[in-house]
Structure formats: structure tokens, C-alpha cells
């Protein structure tokens, strides 16, 4: 099959995943677009600036400036509230966006991988329905655009791994510098370009200094906004404040604590602790370092213990978390899936209560698919964090890329433990599957061929 017909597959497979989905949200009568989870904060920084000139994710009348949400996302909306613009066309761009980063995962994977990786790969994530859905493409929020940038950049290093070309270390730097001021956690991949230059022997290279010249240009005005306006050293509150969570999840693991400030969720006991009625005022800089302080604590007490929790979390990142929410959401049926997890099958099946397990199936059946998709993804992700070993021990070649990748999915899923929705799983999943489908790739001709 040719180049040009893959492409128009990987095209036209996106567009009618997107394309049903959206019928299915027309016909069920639900929105065209979701604006729960995170959505909210992103309008009302982008409103607050818009009317008031205050960078705040606070709706109360006294608020003070805050650096909750980075800046590139609020200002893409503020667009849209200053002409009075439905989020529609947000959704449309973002769907647009989904199925443009399939074709450049097929463009530019085609010059890393082997040709049937990157097709496959591309289809892959073009028929995703997670993808196609409320929870990502037709969400208000940064992850359509985030997940565009983050493959730019590991594609990027990993053409300029392959060819040398000093040209994709720019692009890398700049996608690198976007989507930091767009998603905090991916200001920390920077560590990746720099992992790549050493392992190319490019350090010396006079581009790369003038990348990482450009890199902090770009990022000066957001540093400047913290550290002198804000007077915090602070990239985002996002992070300080996910210490104290963590450290609450953590509390809520062991079990035993007591804590006689403790009478709800984390937020409630932000409030509780700085003694405030709006969980948006815990994401003022200075209170969110109040809270990391008292997240340090609780860690540092039991650091042991704490290790342990939270590594035990990060497979959490390689499982594909339950979407058959997907079908409610966008197409208004299966609406008696809630109650209950669909892991507590596989903990029967574990502990030998197969007659429980059994009869949580029986009583909800579309089970079968999340437990699949669990099975799938475990697979592929095992499949994918051995790519490094299975190159070097069938190909006899030590993969940068692989390794750089396998760091890159270890380390986000040390980030984003305990709290590994699927949602944050988007980022890792292109990466997922360029490895995964390499390994089977290998696999296959060494085995099967032979």
C-alpha cells in the first residue's frame, strides 16, 4: 500500500471516529463539549484577565493574582470570550488537532521506525475512542494541544537521534518551550533534549546552547510574573499543592492515621488548614507552599513507607482506566454502569473468589470491554518497557530513542503517582505503542520467520 493511501486511511478513520462521536453527543441530546474536570479554572483565569486584568482561577470578587493555571491555554480562550465565540470551534480545532497529530505520529514515525510501526500506531490513536470522546477531544481543556507538542518533541529527538539533523533540535526546543507555559509537567521534560544531546555527543554543538537560550527566552515572562510580581519560586501552583494531595492519598493508604484536621477530601481540608471557604484560594502561590510544607512533613516521616506507596501507584499510568463512561457521556446509553470498579474482579480472580468475580460480570457485563482494555494496555506496556532489551539482545543494538522513551514513561509515571486517571495517561500512549508494536515487530520476525 502506498504512502498516500495509508495517509488517507489514518485521515479518514479520525475524522469518522470524531465524526461519531459528535452525531453521538447531537442525538443523545448532551453537549457538543465538556467543560467538567479542570475546564472551569482554565475559563475563569481566561475571564477574570479578560475583565478584571487579574491572573486568577478565584470567581470571588476578592481575589488575589495567582499562577494556578500557565498561560497559553487561558489566553487561547480568552480569544474565544473576548468575540464571543462558542466552544464549539474549540472542539473542531481540537478534533482537528487529534487527527493532525496521528498524521505526524505516521510522518515522522516512519523516519524512526520501521514503516508498519508508525501506520499502525497512527491508526491506532486515530480510532481511539478515548481520544475522539468527551474526556479528551471534546473537553475544554490542554490536552489535545499538549499531546500534539509532547510528540513533536520525542519525535523531534528522536529524527535528530537518527539523522543528526540540528534542525529538529529547534523544533524540539520550541515545542518543548510551549508546552510548558501550556502544562507545567512537561516544563520537566527538558531533561529529555538534554539526555538526547548527550547521547548523540552533540554537547558541544553551538545550537544547542542558542536552544537553550531560546528555551528560557520563551518561558522569561512566566518566570518573571513568578518570581518578582508573585515573589515566589514557583513555575506553577499546580505542584506544591499536588505534594500536599499526594501526601493526603498517602495518609488515606496508611489507614491509621488520625489527624483531627482531616474531615473530608483534600480540599476540604485545604480550607480547613488555611482557613478558607474557596478551594480555588489553596492555589494561591503562598498558601500552596503552606501546603507543600505540610505535604514535605507528612513524606519525610515516613519516607519508607512512602516509597512504597507511591511506586506501587505508577503502574497505575499503564493500565487503561475504565472508558466505558465514554458511551454515557457522548451517546447516553449504558447509563447503569455506575457502582462498584471493574478491578475488583481481577482482585477476586486474584484472591480465588471466582464466584464473585463471576457474578460482578454477570451483573455487569460491559465489564468484559474495560477488562480487556486493562489486559491490552498491561500487555503493550510490558511489551514497551522491554523494547530496549528486546533490540539489544535480537538486533544487537543499543536504541537511544528506546531508552530516552522508556525514561520518559517511567519518569511521567512517577509524576503522576498516585493519580494516574487516563486522562493523563494521553501523553504516554503514542509512546506506548511505537515501542509496543516495535517489540512485537521484532518479536515476530525472529520467532515466527524463523
Known amino acids: 500500500m502506498s504512502f498516500n493511501k495509508k495517509l488517507t486511511i489514518i485521515i479518514l478513520a479520525g475524522f469518522l471516529m470524531h ?11 448532551n453537549s457538543l463539549y465538556s467543560i467538567n474536570g479542570d ?75 520501521k514503516e508498519q510501526v508508525a501506520f499502525s500506531v497512527a491508526f491506532f490513536l486515530s480510532i481511539d475512542p478515548y481520544l475522539s470522546s468527551t474526556f479528551v477531544a471534546k473537553s475544554v481543556m490542554t490536552e489535545p494541544i499538549a499531546l500534539f507538542l509532547v510528540v513533536i518533541v520525542f519525535l523531534s529527538i528522536g529524527i535528530f537521534l537518527k539523522t543528526k539533523g540540528d534542525r529538529y533540535l529547534l523544533i524540539s526546543i520550541l515545542a518543548l518551550a510551549i508546552g510548558a507555559l501550556l502544562k507545567p509537567q512537561i516544563l520537566f521534560f527538558i531533561v529529555f533534549f538534554i539526555l538526547a544531546v548527550i547521547l548523540a555527543k552533540q554537547w558541544r554543538n553551538k545550537l544547542v546552547w542558542i536552544c537553550l537560550i531560546i ?36 495518609q488515606d493508604w496508611q489507614k491509621d492515621w488520625q489527624d483531627p484536621l482531616y474531615h473530608g477530601t483534600y480540599r476540604v481540608r485545604c480550607e480547613q488548614i488555611l482557613g478558607v471557604d474557596n478551594p480555588m484560594k489553596c492555589f494561591e502561590p503562598h498558601n500552596a507552599e503552606i501546603l507543600a510544607g505540610i505535604g514535605k512533613e507528612i513524606i519525610l516521616d ?34 447503569g454502569i455506575n457502582g462498584g470498579n471493574d478491578v475488583d474482579v481481577i482482585k477476586n480472580i486474584i484472591k480465588l473468589k471466582f464466584n464473585n468475580a463471576f457474578l460482578a460480570i454477570i451483573n455487569k457485563p460491559i465489564w468484559i470491554i474495560s477488562l480487556s482494555l486493562k489486559f491490552m494496555w498491561f500487555i503493550l506496556s510490558l511489551l514497551a518497557l522491554a523494547n530496549f532489551f528486546i533490540v539489544l539482545k535480537f538486533k544487537k543494538e543499543i536504541s537511544k530513542l528506546s531508552l530516552i522513551l522508556i525514561l520518559f514513561m517511567l519518569m511521567y509515571g512517577a509524576m503522576i503517582s498516585p493519580h494516574g486517571i487516563h486522562r493523563y495517561k494521553v501523553l504516554v500512549e503514542p509512546f506506548i505503542l511505537f515501542l509496543a508494536f516495535d517489540s512485537i515487530r521484532i518479536l515476530y520476525q525472529k520467532f515466527y520467520q524463523k
Open 215 to 250: 528555551y528560557f527566552f520563551i518561558l522569561s515572562p512566566w518566570l518573571y510574573y513568578n518570581f518578582f510580581v508573585l515573589k515566589v519560586i514557583q513555575f506553577s501552583s499546580v505542584s506544591p499543592v499536588t505534594l500536599f494531595v499526594t501526601s493526603h492519598k498517602f
Open 19 to 29: 465524526f461519531f462521536y459528535g452525531i453521538g453527543l447531537w442525538f443523545s441530546g
Open 302 to 335: 515516613n519516607p519508607f513507607s512512602f516509597a512504597l506507596f507511591h511506586i506501587s501507584r505508577i503502574p497505575k499510568v499503564f493500565y487503561h482506566d475504565t472508558t466505558i463512561d465514554t458511551f454515557y457521556n457522548d451517546f447516553g446509553i449504558f447509563s
Open 39 to 113: 475546564a472551569p479554572s482554565y475559563i475563569q483565569t481566561a475571564q477574570n484577565f479578560l475583565e478584571q486584568g487579574v491572573w486568577s482561577a478565584d470567581a470571588d470578587l476578592a481575589k488575589k493574582p495567582d499562577n494556578f493555571r500557565t498561560p497559553i491555554f487561558p489566553l487561547i480562550l480568552l480569544l474565544f470570550l473576548k468575540f464571543k465565540l462558542s466552544f464549539i470551534f474549540l472542539i473542531l480545532i481540537q478534533s482537528c488537532l487529534m487527527i493532525a497529530t496521528s498524521i505526524l505520529v505516521y510522518v515522522w514515525g516512519r523516519k524512526i521506525f
